[in-house]
């Protein structure tokens, strides 16, 4: 029986003094959450970038808090251990300003910013202190937030002070771990990830812009005389020149006579007394044999050994054959052709040769041999 009351008196204090205990100190109530949304926006993830000229990064920090935070709270950013005095390259005050958009926002989701990151009434203030690389990391801290609310995204841009903090990236490639954590006083969001750094993050695209492809054409006379034809006498013949050069393009000549209007190309006389010294076409014409007659034109070839090119019909190379034209410009005849690019002029020589029959009428004639130059492009 002594041994129940002694029992029985135990478990009375032990009771008794745990609700004492209980009423002079309360439990405590953690304030700590998880930060339900967040992206961390770098504007170069190189490695080794020291925040100088061509090397100037930017941060954008967006965020969504699980509960709410009065105002003159804080955002703290922090880096590896390992990475100490590389991503805060120079200690000291850095610009941080509330964003409402950002290059990473995804619409309709709790990663598209919905506000500015607010301030107390004079604006965001900013720093950057350096990690001695054992006991303390780089750290920046973000004061004068003003008070926020859950289901909204806050944005903040961060960048090199004017004379004083210096913004940079780790000299190591690879995942480096980061922590945000939004505090006020016991109340804290945080949250870890890693962000990838590469040893170039920048692709040189090169392209070379040339003129426009051109070609530069030239007859050296308009008028040619072929002198005196007697009717049944031998064929005569008179010379000028065309030249051509382009730039990114093949050449062509072309040409086509005008002839009697209607018939066919060729020296005219017209009426009264009307006679035609024909160009037959699409053919070449000998005027070698007895009694012949027609008008016709032969074009050199201006490289010989390179690769402008001369229709058969008009590189006849026999003494009194000529390639024949056709009438109007429905009936042109390519005459000299190159299929890539000329650079410094080249000239060919167009010779005319004609001759008279027996049936011939005296009179003056004149046929117009019209040339088109272009180029293939």
Not at 86 to 96: F, V, Y
Not at 113 to 141: E, F, K, R, W, Y
Not at 153 to 162: A, F, L, P
Not at 305 to 330: E, I, M, N, Y
């Amino acid at each position: 029986m002594k041994h129940q009351i002694k029992l029985v008196s135990a478990i009375t204090i032990t009771l008794l003094v745990s609700f004492f205990f209980l009423v002079l100190f309360p439990g405590f109530k953690s304030n700590a959450g998880t930060l339900p949304a967040l992206y961390f926006y770098l504007s170069r993830m190189k490695a080794d970038l020291a925040g100088t000229t061509g090397q100037v990064v930017e941060y954008v920090l967006a965020f969504e808090v699980s509960q709410s935070f009065s105002a003159d709270g804080q955002v703290e950013i922090t880096f590896p251990l390992a990475d100490s005095s590389e991503w805060c390259r120079t200690a000291g005050n850095l610009i941080a300003t509330g964003v409402t958009a950002s290059a990473p926002d995804m619409a309709t989701t709790d990663f598209d910013i919905d506000s500015a990151l607010p301030d107390t009434g004079s604006g965001l203030v900013a720093a950057c202190t350096q990690g001695n690389g054992t006991t303390t990391v780089d750290t920046i801290t973000i004061t004068e937030v003003g008070a926020l609310s859950i289901d909204t995204t806050y944005g903040v841009k961060i960048t090199n002070g004017s004379s004083a903090g210096v913004l940079g990236t780790s000299s190591t490639t690879g995942h480096r771990t980061i922590t945000v954590e939004i505090s006020e006083g016991v109340t804290i969001d945080s949250k870890a990830f890693n962000v990838y750094i590469i040893a170039n993050d920048q692709v040189v695209v090169s392209a070379t812009v040339s003129g426009a492809p051109s070609v530069t054409c030239q007859i050296s006379t308009n008028t040619v005389s072929l002198g005196t034809l007697y009717p049944g006498g031998s064929f005569v013949t008179a010379t000028h020149t065309i030249g051509t050069s382009s730039s990114n393009s093949g050449y062509y000549w072309a040409a086509y006579g005008e002839g009697d209007g209607s018939t066919d190309a060729g020296l005219y006389k017209p009426p009264a007394s009307p006679y035609l010294i024909a160009s037959t076409g699409s053919t070449t014409i000998d005027l070698t044999g007895g009694n012949a007659e027609g008008f016709g034109m032969t074009v050199s070839d201006p490289d010989t050994a390179g690769t402008a090119v001369v229709p058969t019909d008009f590189q006849t190379g026999t003494l009194g054959q000529f390639g024949s034209l056709d009438r109007a410009a429905a009936g042109a005849r390519l005459i000299l052709y190159q299929p890539d690019e000329q650079g410094s002029n080249e000239n060919s020589t167009i010779t005319y040769g004609a001759r008279a029959s027996s049936a011939a009428v005296s009179g003056s004639y004149q046929e117009t041999v019209t040339f088109v130059c272009g180029g293939y492009y």
